[in-house]
C-alpha cells in the first residue's frame, strides 16, 4: 500500500538558521510526491512537487526538496527560515496505479523562534 | 478570481440530522476530492470523483454520501450514521498533476 510518514509532530527552528521537514515514502513504482502548508483555519496551500527529472526541486517562498530514491525520502528544506515559516507542513503521495488518489502524510508543525 | 470555494465555513449538527457541506471550483477540473481533518492524523480520504457522474469511496466513505451532477460542484452531505463527525472538512480539485484546496467547512456536533 502507498503511504507517507512524517516522523515529526513538531520541528523548532531559530529564526535565520535553515530547517527540514522531514518525509519518508512507501510506494510501488515512481513516486509523485508533494508538500503542502497550512495556516490556522485555512486549506492547503501548494509548496512543490517532484514527478520526474532533477532531484533538487525548488518550490514557492524560498523551500526546496531534496528527492532520494534509495532512502525513500522527500525532505523539505529552506536555507534561512522565517517566522511566518510557522504552519503545518504536509507531505503526500499521489497513487500512480490509475486511481489518483493522493495519500497525505500526519503533518508536521513547524514553529520559527524569533 | 480563479479557486475552490467551500461555504459554510462553520457548520453546526444535531443529533440524527444530515447536513451537506458545499464545494465549488471554477478551475474546469474534472476531478475533485473530499478529505476530513482531525488533529494529529493528517488528511484522510473520504470521496472523490475523476469526473461528471461519477465518483469513488475513499478511505473513509462510512457515513457520508456525494454527488457529481456538475462539473463545478461537489457537495458532501455528512449522515447521521456518522457518529463522530465533527472535524475540518476540505474539498480540493486536481490540475496539473497538483491539488487545490478550499478553505475548508469546520463541523461540530451540537
Not at chain 1, 6 to 21: K, M, R, S, Y
Not at chain 1, 83 to 108: E, H, M, N, Q
Not at chain 2, 41 to 70: C, H, M, P, T, W
Request: glycine share 8%; with cysteine; hydrophobic share 30%.
Amino acid at each position: 500500500a502507498q503511504s507517507v510518514a512524517q516522523p515529526e509532530d513538531q520541528v523548532n527552528v531559530a529564526e535565520g538558521n535553515p530547517l527540514t521537514v522531514k518525509c519518508t515514502y512507501s510506494v510501488s513504482g515512481n513516486p509523485y510526491l508533494f508538500w503542502y502548508v497550512q495556516y490556522p483555519n485555512r486549506g492547503l496551500q501548494f509548496l512543490l512537487k517532484y514527478i520526474t527529472g532533477d532531484n533538487l526541486v525548488k518550490g514557492s517562498y524560498g523551500f526546496e526538496a531534496e528527492f532520494n530514491k534509495s532512502q525513500t525520502s522527500f525532505h523539505l528544506k529552506k536555507p534561512s527560515a522565517l517566522v511566518s515559516d510557522s504552519a503545518l507542513y504536509f507531505c503526500a503521495v499521489r497513487d500512480i496505479r490509475g486511481t489518483y488518489k493522493y495519500i497525505f502524510g500526519t503533518g508536521t508543525r513547524l514553529k520559527v523562534l524569533a | 478570481d480563479g479557486g475552490i470555494t467551500q461555504s459554510p465555513k462553520y457548520l453546526f449538527r444535531k443529533e440524527g440530522q444530515n447536513v451537506t457541506l458545499s464545494c465549488e471550483q471554477n478551475l474546469n477540473h474534472d476531478a475533485m476530492y473530499w478529505y476530513r481533518q482531525d488533529p494529529g492524523q493528517g488528511l484522510r480520504l473520504i470521496y472523490y470523483s475523476q469526473i461528471v457522474n461519477d465518483f469513488q469511496k475513499g478511505d473513509i466513505a462510512e457515513g457520508y454520501s456525494v454527488s457529481r451532477e456538475k462539473k463545478e460542484s461537489f457537495p458532501l452531505t455528512v449522515t447521521s450514521a456518522q457518529k463522530n463527525p465533527t472535524a475540518f472538512y476540505l474539498c480540493a480539485s486536481r490540475g496539473s498533476e497538483k491539488l487545490f484546496f478550499g478553505s475548508g467547512t469546520q463541523l461540530s456536533v451540537l
